[in-house]
């Protein structure tokens, strides 16, 4: 089964703090994906790395980056968090050209006071 | 950008009744996926479409991949307490990336025992 693991189920952040959140797969998938979460508008892409090194916006990339240094690993960084972060981020990851259907980590709910 | 229409929003059923979401989409899809989504975890993978008429099940579940490959249903058979949760449409467009879906605004699935 493909395992795809965040760091932290819940956190905590101040305003102003940089925050990291870290997804690690084990299938040796080639794309991994980050999105957030809310009530009403359903899940949005905010970046996907379809290699090492290699990294594209998605739909709402404003107010993160990411990092791919390693195939498994997938982060997702908040340089300055603000309280309209405050989501549910949740990874994914899928193999091939990317028809293969995306799986899901169980998210992290970020709260940034 | 693409947009999935997801009908109904929720449905509060009792347990036994038999249960059905669709999707709906302007555009062509190449693929269909439905995910299931359990209070605090991450999204599941149930049923996976390729092809336009395909109907596939997994046990009492059985999607169908629409012939004009502009939208999806899914219907749950004999429901039971633990089929609570949200359900999603995912889709990848035929012209679109590769690597980006569409997803649903989900229908929050309530089961009355």
């Known amino acids: 089964d493909v395992k795809v693991t965040q760091s932290s189920r819940y956190l905590v952040k101040r305003t102003g703090e940089k925050v990291f959140l870290e997804c690690v797969q084990d299938?040796?998938?080639?794309?991994m994906f980050w999105y957030r979460q809310d009530p009403g508008l359903g899940l949005r892409l905010i970046y996907f790395s379809y290699d090492v090194k290699m990294k594209e916006k998605g739909d709402i990339p404003e107010g993160y980056s990411v990092s791919r240094e390693k195939k498994e690993r997938f982060s997702l960084i908040l340089e300055s968090a603000s309280t309209n972060q405050t989501s549910m981020y949740l990874c994914a990851s899928n193999t091939g050209g990317g028809n293969q259907p995306q799986h899901f980590g169980d998210g992290t709910r970020l709260s940034i006071l | 950008g693409q947009q999935l229409n997801q009908s109904p929003q929720s449905m509060f059923i009792q347990e036994g009744e038999d249960v059905s979401m669709n999707c709906t989409s302007s555009s062509i899809f190449n693929t269909w996926l439905w995910y299931k989504q359990d209070p605090g975890e991450g999204p599941v993978l149930l049923i996976a479409?390729?092809?336009?008429?395909e109907l596939t099940s997994n046990g009492r579940l059985t999607a169908q991949f629409g012939i004009t490959r502009k939208d999806s249903f899914l219907n749950i058979s004999a429901s039971i307490p633990s089929d609570v949760g949200i359900y999603f449409c995912?889709?990848?467009?035929?012209?679109?990336?590769?690597?980006?879906?569409?997803f649903g605004k989900g229908t929050l699935l309530t089961v009355n025992p």
């Open positions: 299938m040796d998938h080639e794309n």
């Open positions: 479409l390729y092809k336009a008429g």
């Open positions: 995912a889709g990848r467009s035929s012209g679109g990336s590769n690597y980006k879906l569409t």
